[in-house]
């Protein structure tokens, strides 16, 4: 065969082979395009866990307070009902070596001349005294609270907080909620990206919220972290972000 008549033929053939060459390597060009896209791809979750739990750590705070125009009087006042309301807390089980007794303060008020202007005279005078407890027997001190409206109809003239209601293990359940809301992260990324058609890749960031403490069945969140002290019965709430990478089929 002569050398023209082999050069036509191989120019036959890559005439023939060109078209099917372009298509196979833009085909293959494509393809690596869209693997590079897809790997650079994530997908951001957020997981949550909820756990239900009782205060188990109670403060009061309460105070006595009298106003007499005779110093000596209000005084006598505050010492009488003070043996009352310790009187009271020792019935709910607090004794006197538990109760936490503030100073006594006083204050007096001026009386007022007829322009509204402040005189030398005293009106009365205002003498107070606080008393606090803390214990873990949570119900002791709910019942003592709910109970100081009797002392009030009693005749003692009583300035009260409300109770505080703490749950002290908080940093006990952290890593169990952290665990549990990563877990529910990642099944909530697997049906995300499952919907899709991809295949969930491998973690690429993970960050920690804040953990709330809220009322039982309360909705109630805050960007800083919520700490309910209000309520017997709570729910302590975990956030985390996660990204993952995204895979395909």
Known sequence: MSNSRINLFWLIIFTLTLPIAVVFST??????F????????????????????????????????????DLTQAYAAL???????????????FDQNVVALGPVGISELRKRDA???????????????????????????????????DLISGGINLDSDSPQYLYTKLDE????????????ARERAIRLV???????????????????????????????????????DKVIKAVVTIEYAIREQ
């Open 34 to 69: 869209e693997r590079v896209k897809l790997d650079e791809q994530t997908v951001y979750v957020k997981g949550y866990a909820e756990l239900p739990i009782t205060s188990d750590r109670a403060e009061w705070a309460t105070q006595i307070v009298e106003r007499n125009a």
């Open 79 to 93: 010492e009488r009902n003070r043996l009352t309301l310790l009187q009271y807390l020792a019935s709910h089980g």
């Open 27 to 32: 085909h293959l060009a494509r393809k690596s």
């Open 173 to 184: 359940k952290k890593l169990e909620m952290l665990e549990q809301a990563t877990g529910n």
């Open 115 to 149: 322009k509204g202007n402040t005189t030398n005279d005293v009106e009365y005078f205002v003498v107070r005294q606080r008393f606090s407890i803390a214990s873990n027997n949570v119900q002791s001190i709910a019942k003592a609270a709910r109970g100081a409206g």
């Open 194 to 232: 499952g919907g899709s058609g991809e295949n969930l890749g491998p973690l690429r960031s993970a960050s920690q919220g804040v953990f709330q403490i809220t009322p039982a069945f309360s909705n109630e969140v805050s960007g800083g972290g919520y700490n309910d002290t209000s309520s017997l």
